[in-house]
């Protein structure tokens, strides 16, 4: 307890006043505030000894100035007066205050910070893409799955080929050496569209007439079997 | 500007700065040198108890007086010139010593020995103000702001806080804990004071 004041009361108009005393003492303190604590400082000893200490300090004023010279700074700040207006420390009171403007960073700084492996844009991006190939992925296999190649499908022997020509099944002897063998397609003026079957049996597509194929290829004496098919017959 | 209006500029009144930084507003060169040549030094003032360098004391004046020249159009009148002008160089201040990263510096030594041999009244108030100063540099910057608008510019708590841009409340804070510090630190000094 301050032994200065004893009330509650006195306490608070002491704290206010204790408060107040450097405005006391710089003169700016004014209206009922002045008057309180005036009123209050007359009967406080306490208050009075602060307020002397206080008005001390203001009368010594500050110590002696440094060396600063505001023609030479002058001079200095003149040519900037033309400037363009940049971001500055305005308190918001009165302006509203830009964001500090960033220097560009150079090319290298860029390039440093784009492939930065704590890049944000960067990992978007790359985890973008990586979506979207995963995702086209699906769709292809989901396509394969549903839409099954029809090459697949099961094939008799006499069935078409991939332009539906075969026609004949033709089987040679088994010494006919494999030269021999093309030949007397090429010169029957068929072709091989598959074989040999597990009993060695060729089967040829000719895109013409068929009669005159066969005769060629019976008329060979290493052929021992050629016989027409029909495409569309199933078993 | 007429002779009567020119006056009442250089007479460093509210109303006269107002005066300026309207003309200012308008592009007046002449206004903005008086304006500046005004608040060079009080501003240097306030700026050498947070530094001791010259050439920052000039650029940060030189900061806060090139904002008075672009924004001056954008001052409304709603406060004093000076309340303004401090605002923005308590602000300058704070982003150039915190970006320096500057520590408190106590001169007390540097300027001791200036005055010696003058046994009068002047030199014991620039002994004592010395010392203040001395006194004062150890403050945290906050604490030495409001500690120098209130003594050494003679503002009010109120305008102080503006300045600042805190509570009235925080501006008393300050200066009960600047008041406590220098109490302690100046006790040999004031304790010969009539």
């Known amino acids: 307890m301050n032994p200065y004041v004893d009330s509650a009361a006195d306490d608070a108009r002491h704290n206010e006043a204790q408060d107040a005393l450097p405005w006391l003492a710089n003169g700016t303190l004014c209206g009922t505030e002045l008057d309180r604590v005036q009123a209050h400082v007359e009967t406080c000893a306490l208050c009075r000894a602060d307020l002397a200490v206080l008005r001390t300090v203001h009368a010594a004023g500050p110590g002696p100035d440094l060396d600063w010279d505001p023609e030479r700074a002058l001079e200095r700040l003149l040519p900037q007066l033309d400037a363009p207006l940049p971001a500055q420390d305005v308190p918001e009171v009165h302006a509203v205050q830009a964001p500090p403007a960033q220097p560009a960073p150079g090319l290298r700084r860029r390039w440093r910070t784009l492939l930065a492996a704590n890049d944000r844009t960067w990992l978007r991006a790359a985890v973008a893409a990586q979506f979207c190939a995963i995702a086209v992925l699906a769709v292809l296999l989901a396509r394969l799955t549903a839409q099954p190649d029809s090459n697949h499908d099961y094939h008799v022997l006499g069935a078409a080929g991939a332009n539906g020509a075969a026609r004949v099944v033709v089987t040679f002897r088994p010494d006919t050496p494999e030269r021999e063998l093309r030949r007397i397609v090429r010169a029957s003026g068929a072709r091989i569209v598959g074989g040999p079957t597990v009993t060695d049996a060729w089967l040829v597509g000719a895109d013409g007439r068929l009669a005159p194929v066969l005769a060629r290829l019976r008329a060979e004496p290493a052929v021992t079997l050629a016989e027409p098919l029909s495409t569309d017959e199933r078993p | ?194």
């Open chain 2, 1 to 194: 500007m007429d002779r009567k209006i020119e006056a009442q500029a250089a007479a460093g009144t509210a109303e006269g700065d107002a005066i300026l930084v309207g003309r200012v507003a308008a592009g007046d060169r002449h206004a903005f040198e008086m304006l500046y040549r005004a608040y060079f030094p009080r501003l240097a003032r306030f700026l050498q108890r947070m530094t001791r360098s010259v050439p920052l004391i000039e650029e940060i004046v030189n900061d806060t007086l090139l904002v008075v020249w672009q924004k001056a159009a954008t001052f409304d009148g709603s406060c004093k010139v000076s309340t303004w002008v401090f605002a923005i160089a308590y602000r300058k201040a704070c982003k150039a010593l915190h970006a320096l990263d500057e520590p408190a510096e106590a001169s007390a030594d540097e300027c001791a020995g200036a005055d010696a041999g003058r046994p009068d009244w002047r030199f014991e108030q620039q002994r004592l103000a010395h010392a203040v100063d001395a006194a004062v540099a150890t403050l945290p910057l906050a604490q030495r702001a409001a500690f120098q608008l209130t003594f050494y510019h003679d503002m009010g708590y109120a305008e102080i806080a503006e300045i600042m841009e805190c509570p009235v409340n925080t501006v008393k804070t300050r200066l009960f804990h600047a008041r406590r510090r220098l109490a302690i630190l100046l006790e040999d000094q004031l304790e010969v004071r009539p």
